[in-house]
């Protein structure tokens, strides 16, 4: 997708034509620290119109060209993913400002959704050599395997912010992306008459929902191209023929060549459309001094 907006360089990922790399250039950083320095963390957690002062100030740096820029690039099917980051990280931009600066992203897509496992509009979690939680979040030795976000909640989750806050003594742990129309086996699965039924989500106490939601595998869009709602550790099979299902399709997803594998510096912020790209996380080499710090927003866009 070519573009130019001053202020920000813009060019396809060396990994696949359908993600949008963005860098944010050393003039524009500088202006934002400064700009970002009148608000702290408890005033975007407290005031939600103060985190849409901190989007306004980024946009602003582009002519208002970059909320646009991005739009159209979650919304258009041949991409629907974009990859943004400082082009230098300096001793300026700690995990305070990429805070903001993940705010002030996700303000330019829409309204994030409140994170019930952090409490907050956005969640931040480490992933380290030791841990005893209840999901594959923080299971540094274990593959995160392909999934999208949101099966488990009521609310719409149109699109997914990953930012890499912090990393030290990681090896391995790279981030793999699936984009459903590569997918080898989109169409045998999507056309399954068992992928259009209702399964039961739930999900583990961490993640502080006390309720469980209903909804098929697969669904369409208003062209009727496929859009995927999944998880492996969420889903109650009801009953043999939905287990099956459920296995066949992880089988098939992390089986899939069409897998992207990627290192993200820190800094970086992935953001991708939840309808049709899976997201996953590869095992880490194990080391006892790994630590691993994330930042997450989910949510959906703005209405016309």
């Not at 993913?81 to 300026?92: A, Y």
């Not at 600066?101 to 956005?122: E, R, V």
């Not at 208003?222 to 459920?246: C, H, T, W």
Request: charged share 30%; hydrophobic share 35%; proline share 3%.
């Amino acid at each position: 997708m070519k573009k130019k907006i001053e202020g920000f360089d813009i060019y396809t990922n060396e990994h696949s034509s359908r993600i949008v790399n963005i860098d944010i250039t050393n003039e524009v950083l500088n202006k934002l620290i400064f700009q970002f320095n009148k608000f702290d963390i408890t005033a975007l957690e407290y005031k939600p119109f103060t985190r849409f002062s901190v989007s306004k100030s980024l946009d602003d740096l582009s002519k208002n060209e970059l909320s646009k820029f991005l739009n159209q690039i979650l919304n258009n099917r041949d991409y629907g993913c974009f990859i943004i980051k400082p082009k230098k990280i300096s001793l300026k931009i700690d995990k305070i400002f990429l805070v903001k600066l993940s705010t002030a992203i996700a303000h330019l897509i829409g309204l994030p959704n409140h994170d019930a496992m952090a409490g907050k509009y956005y969640a931040r979690f480490h992933v380290k050599h030791e841990d005893k939680s209840d999901s594959y979040l923080r299971k540094a030795y274990k593959n995160m395997d392909l999934h999208t976000d949101g099966t488990y909640v009521k609310e719409k989750t149109d699109w997914l912010l990953m930012s890499k806050l912090e990393e030290r003594n990681a090896e391995g742990g790279e981030t793999a992306m699936l984009h459903l129309d590569d997918w080898e086996h989109c169409s045998e699965l999507f056309n399954d008459p068992i992928a259009k039924e209702n399964f039961i989500w739930g999900s583990p106490k961490s993640k502080n929902i006390s309720y469980k939601v209903e909804h098929p595998v697969f669904s369409a869009d208003k062209e009727g191209r496929a859009q995927i709602s999944y998880i492996d550790q969420f889903p109650e099979p009801k009953n043999m023929k939905q287990g099956v299902f459920l296995q066949k399709l992880s089988d098939c997803l992390e089986e899939s060549e069409k897998k992207i594998i990627t290192k993200l510096p820190v800094g970086s912020s992935i953001v991708a459309n939840n309808y049709f790209w899976l997201h996953g996380r590869k095992p880490f080499k194990e080391n006892r001094h790994l630590s691993r710090e994330l930042l997450r927003i989910r949510g959906t866009f703005f209405e016309e």
